[in-house]
């Protein structure tokens, strides 16, 4: 910074500390709010299906829930970069505009365990999974080739394995794990704190989404396991 600056700026001295108290601090119960505020604007920009599925995925055994959108994809690159607490991709970051990271900050809170996204991008879909381990939230280092591990992984080998993934065009999806492997996310979001109701997923939508936002899109909550739905 130039000696002539106004002011000198601040800094962090235990941004591991600023990064949980921030997280820590929202109000976790806007989770699934700020999860689809973002799935329909990203569908929004999608070229022919606007569609934003809410359904559940099965794994080993205990089902989460899966938000995903058609909206742009993202390159290998792309989902470490939005992974970052403040920045936000395609938006622009400021006070009056998109903080981009009120889903990140919301969510984390209640999944602890795993907090993992997916996009496919021209045929290749790429994950990276935001976690907390020993106190420090960050991205998930898992098992690779040769005894390596990586936090951002090729998955589209994975997505064909587990079927159910079209690769002919673009997506992002999230899935919640929760803040621990054997919690039904579906039916338990928060882990008992606060309890919710078995339907809570469609009474939340009601109550927040009582009009789609104008993007020219649809939002369907699909009957995946346990998924209560009318």
């Not at 109701?197 to 369907?220: A, K, S, Y």
Request: glycine share 8%.
């Amino acid at each position: 910074m130039s000696d002539h600056a106004p002011v000198t700026a601040l800094r962090v001295a235990n941004e591991a500390f600023l990064v949980s108290s921030t997280i820590d601090r929202f109000p976790k119960t806007t989770m699934i709010h700020e999860l689809l505020v973002n799935a329909i604007e990203a569908a929004g920009h999608a070229v022919t299906d606007k569609r934003v599925d809410i359904t559940a995925v099965t794994i080993d055994g205990i089902p989460k829930p899966c938000i995903r959108n058609p909206g742009q994809g993202m390159s290998a690159v792309e989902p470490d970069r939005i992974c970052d607490l403040a920045p936000s991709l395609y938006k622009q970051n400021s006070l009056d505009t998109n903080f981009g990271m009120g889903a990140k900050v919301a969510s984390l809170p209640s999944n602890k365990h795993g907090l993992c996204y997916r996009s496919c991008k021209d045929g290749t879909v790429s994950q990276v999974i935001l976690c907390q381990r020993d106190g420090i939230y960050g991205r998930l280092r898992v098992p690779v080739a040769n005894g390596q591990s990586a936090e951002l992984i090729d998955a589209t080998e994975a997505c064909r394995t587990e079927g159910g993934y079209d690769l002919t065009h673009d997506w992002t999806e999230v899935v919640l794990f929760g803040n621990a492997a054997s919690q039904n996310t579906v039916t338990d979001p928060y882990a008992g704190s606060p309890r919710m109701e078995p339907d809570w997923l469609v009474q939340n939508l009601l109550l927040r989404f009582f009009r789609i936002p104008p993007c020219g899109g649809r939002l369907v909550v699909d009957r995946g396991p346990g998924v209560q739905a009318h």
